[in-house]
């Protein structure tokens, strides 16, 4: 085969390795291993270095081995607006995504504060997991404490958008997973825990927070529960046993939950505030003679004012973040106690 010079065009031998024309090199050398190489050839046939750029050979690619998938105890949250083909109907379609807006990141403020995940967003509806990456012994009651605090920002957020009435359902559903790679970069989790809580919410009353068995069991120390015996869930065979959640009772995990009657302060009012207005319960100022009960002064004012262990706030169940209250201007005599 000749090769013809590409300076002067001339047609030399294929053994030859200069131009017999005008005594230039012929055909290109390898920058990485110095073979001469033929100039129809874009790599070098000895060591494989792209004659073209002068780079080393691409390394092959090694498929990446997938994630394994694992079994895992998952609650999932899912949640609906009430109405919203109806109502989206009624309204501007920039005003009905406004609104979408707004409601997803409030939402999804409230599902991260009390440490679960969003999935995905299916048109109005949001599907939330807790331990799915990332396991708590508590996850059950972060979900149904997010649930009670979502069903209380949404009509909020009706108001401050102009929408009266605005409501929303819950479910909140625990067991058995499959999670493994796919679906979106969170992963993809596959059981019938998913379907049941979508179910679940489809029969919750508007504004209200409907749970499975297994989630009440977990949480039932916490919060308080209204059964609603078995319920005729779409596509299941067989009743699933649901409960309403009312409210939360104590602290996390059940902390502070008493099984007895107990009485309430009497008179105890202006004492009370400074407990509250105090951070943490500050001791300095609960001194006293005994058989005042310190101790109950201060675990009543941690349960019954706003933001305390009863309440379901993202911020109460963070942390408390130690800002002093206005404490109550000091009486020009104490209140004598009854």
């Not at 005008?22 to 055909?27: A, H, K, V, Y």
């Not at 807006?101 to 991260?112: L, S």
Request: aromatic share 4%; hydrophobic share 30%; proline share 7%.
């Amino acid at each position: 085969m000749a090769i013809r010079c590409p300076g002067c065009g001339f047609d030399n031998d294929a053994s030859h390795r200069f131009c017999a024309g005008c005594g230039n090199r012929l055909g290109k050398t390898c920058p990485a291993c110095g073979r001469g190489c033929d100039p129809a050839h874009r790599f070098c046939p000895d060591c494989g270095t792209s004659l073209d750029a002068g780079t080393a050979p691409a390394s092959p690619s090694v498929p990446e081995t997938p994630a394994p998938t694992e079994r895992r105890l998952v609650t999932t949250l899912f949640c609906d607006l009430v109405g919203f083909t109806s109502l989206s109907e009624q309204l501007d379609p920039e005003r009905v995504r406004g609104l979408l807006t707004a409601y997803f990141d409030r939402c999804r403020n409230v599902i991260e504060g009390f440490g679960g995940e969003v999935d995905k967003y299916t048109g109005d509806a949001i599907t939330a997991f807790w331990g799915a990456r990332r396991a708590l012994p508590d996850d059950a009651e972060r979900a149904v404490r997010a649930g009670l605090e979502l069903i209380e920002e949404v009509p909020a957020l009706g108001d401050e958008v102009g929408i009266e009435g605005l409501q929303l359902r819950v479910g909140v559903n625990t067991g058995e997973t499959a999670v493994g790679p796919g679906g979106n970069e969170k992963g993809l989790v596959l059981g019938d825990v998913v379907n049941v809580a979508a179910r679940l919410q489809s029969v919750a009353e508007p504004g209200t927070v409907v749970v499975g068995d297994t989630t009440r069991r977990l949480t039932e120390d916490a919060i308080a529960y209204q059964e609603l015996g078995l319920l005729a869930l779409r596509g299941k065979e067989e009743s699933v046993r649901g409960w309403r959640a009312l409210r939360v009772e104590t602290a996390r995990g059940g902390r502070g939950r008493t099984d007895g009657i107990e009485p309430p302060f009497v008179g105890r009012q202006y004492e009370l505030r400074l407990v509250e207005g105090a951070p943490g319960g500050d001791r300095r100022r609960e001194a006293g003679p005994a058989g005042v009960d310190r101790r109950r002064r201060r675990q009543s004012a941690s349960r019954d004012s706003p933001g305390s262990s009863r309440s379901t706030s993202t911020a109460s169940w963070r942390a408390s973040t130690g800002t002093r209250a206005a404490l109550p201007p000091t009486p020009t005599a104490s209140p004598s106690a009854p």
